[in-house]
């Protein structure tokens, strides 16, 4: 069987060792005669897994007894939603960081239950850079501050969290999530799909200070409503039980493999082989701000734009998979997630010096 380098941005690569677990217990889950798609969510078993996976999580990410952890469905999308609907309560504002195609579509959503406002954008820039602190426009008077870490789109990322004060610092973390420490404290609320590096789509992480629950909106639907869920611990309907096992699957891998540290050290290194490759080469360009480079997401354009239908369809000969830039922004995108190895990002820096070689 021949397993491709996967370079997709969402769903994205999982660790094979962890696809091997899910399959060796696919249909007989540690001899129960049934597998977890077919379990109970009330049962004592699917608690086991639901609590373990928790632990795990709360371990990898110093997640504090001070904040619930939420196993939800609708993706972060739907968080996009519930963060106003869950957060806003009697505040007459919520203030949201512009960096790109993901928080913008976070605002949007916003302003459809609350009054949101743009502290700062980078929208003129092209999106190519995180705006500086010093320039965001934040109320005192704001329910919270929302950013998007990681824009998976456009390949900007934050490093280091940004200081708003004494109002609660919101982020959507779904493409920076486990692939280096996050300073958990410093956010009142932060959320996560987990397609991207946690696990199979269909559960969403949210993490979300204790004291900010019970200020839902009165209309908040109860699957989504913080307060609701917490008490029921995630389950007061049934809860994605399949995508939150595979979840604990990666959660195990990357203790076992020594956290977020040693996770955090490859995948600084992956992208600075990558970019560093890409800056040295005339023939590729990455155009975002040096500071504000992700390391989950490396978008980058070829000098000859009329060959992006054969370097794709080459690269995919070549095993390398998911490299299309998203439909917004054109070009290419290589999403070099916790799973995709190091090896798979030497694959591709050979293969892009042998097509510059043919083609420059
Ligand atoms: C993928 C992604 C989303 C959308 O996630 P869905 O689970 O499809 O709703 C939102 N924000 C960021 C940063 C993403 O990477």
New binding site residues.
Partial sequence: MARVHNFG??PAALPEAVLEEARHELLDWKGRGLSIMEMSHRSQAFGEIAAAAEADLRELLGIGDDYAVLFLQ???????AAVPLNLVGDAPAADYVLTGS?SK??FAEAGRFTNARIAATSEEDGWRSIPARAGWKVGDDAAYVHI?P????GGVEYHGVPDVGAVPLVG????TILSRPMAVDHYGCFYA?A??NMGP?GV?VVGVRRDLLGRARADTPMAIDYTKQAQAGSMLNTPPCWAWYVCGLVFRQLLDGGGLEAMGRINQRKAEKLYAYLDAADFYGNPVDPAARSWMNVPFLLGRNELDAAFLSEAEEAGLHGLKGHRSVGGMRASIYNATPEAAVDALIAFLQEFAARNA
């Fill in positions: 941005a969402g609708g993706g972060a999308t739907t968080q996009f993901w579509k976070a998007t990681n824009e998976t789109i959507d973390v779904s493409s799909g397609q991207k789509a969403t």
